[in-house]
């Protein structure tokens, strides 16, 4: 009788923790099949399997990450406003997510900052704008207090502060109505942390572009031109390469 007692506990003990080993192992299968499709810039097919990772692991912060990376990528290159919307306000969703998965991850908090960034070219309204421009500074901040060397977080902010130095005339006074004063950007923090996302990532073109745009803003064109350079040989990987090397040597022609 023990012995029958033993072997249907073992039986279910097998039968319990199975699922969870197949299901572990789908995971790491999408995970390893969307790694590919981004690879060969299939982003709209990397963005379906990290949905799909989601339907089974609705808290995957790294899936959420990569589904707002994308679901912002695709949308920025939609030419009707109104789609352009919706996929920056599903990566928005996806970013709230991660946050609320978890507020100590720097990836979590790249991904706000990120698409806070993103919603500020679309939204019309000014307090809205402002209030997207504090969270591009606030999450940036948060993740790179959690991981200085987070390649994209030092983008980020770089970004923020070439920004702030370089708002058109409504933007600004927007900024200043609703934020109390024109937010201190440094042209020289730019720099700075565009530099080292330079150093931690060096083939994210689009920080080459802006980094570029930087050392011209502060009237350094010899460091603009080295910066070109390097970006218009850099190799394509994501489906925004094309257009932002396209950018850089059409700015380096007009700089030599």
């Keep these: 009788m023990k012995k029958v007692l033993n072997i249907i506990l073992a039986t279910c003990c097998s039968l319990m923790f199975q699922p969870l080993s197949i299901w572990s192992q789908d995971i790491n299968v999408l995970f390893k099949e969307a790694s590919n499709f981004e690879r060969v810039q299939k982003e709209n097919e990397a963005l379906e399997k990290y949905k799909l990772i989601l339907t089974q ?14 679901s912002a990528a695709i ?49 019309t309204e000014n307090k809205q704008i402002v209030a997207y421009v504090k969270d591009i500074k606030q999450y940036a901040d948060k993740a790179l207090s959690i991981n200085a060397d987070h390649a994209k977080a030092n983008y980020t902010l770089g970004k923020w502060h070439y920004e702030m130095v370089t708002l058109s005339g409504l933007k600004k006074a927007a900024v200043k109505l609703f934020y109390g004063g024109l937010p201190s ?6 720099i700075a942390y565009m530099e080292k996302c330079k150093t931690l990532e060096p083939y994210f073109a689009l920080n080459y572009l802006d980094l570029a745009k930087a050392y011209k803003e502060a009237r350094q064109p010899a460091k603009a031109i080295e910066v070109l350079n390097k970006l218009v040989k850099l190799p394509t990987r994501t489906g925004d390469d094309p257009a932002i090397k396209a950018e850089g040597a059409k700015m380096l022609e007009a700089i030599q």
């Excluded at 692991?57 to 994308?70: C, F, G, I, Q, S």
């Excluded at 939609?78 to 970013?95: I, M, P, V």
């Design 57 to 70: 692991d609705p808290a995957n912060v790294k899936a959420l990450v990569k589904a707002t990376e994308l």
């Design 185 to 190: 950007g440094d042209l020289d923090k730019a």
């Design 75 to 123: 949308g920025g290159r939609q030419g009707d406003k109104n789609n352009k919307r919706l996929f920056y306000e599903t990566a928005l969703s996806y970013a709230k997510r991660a946050w609320q998965s978890d507020s100590n991850h720097a990836d979590a908090a790249y991904a706000m900052a990120m698409i806070a960034g993103r919603m500020t070219d679309i939204e």
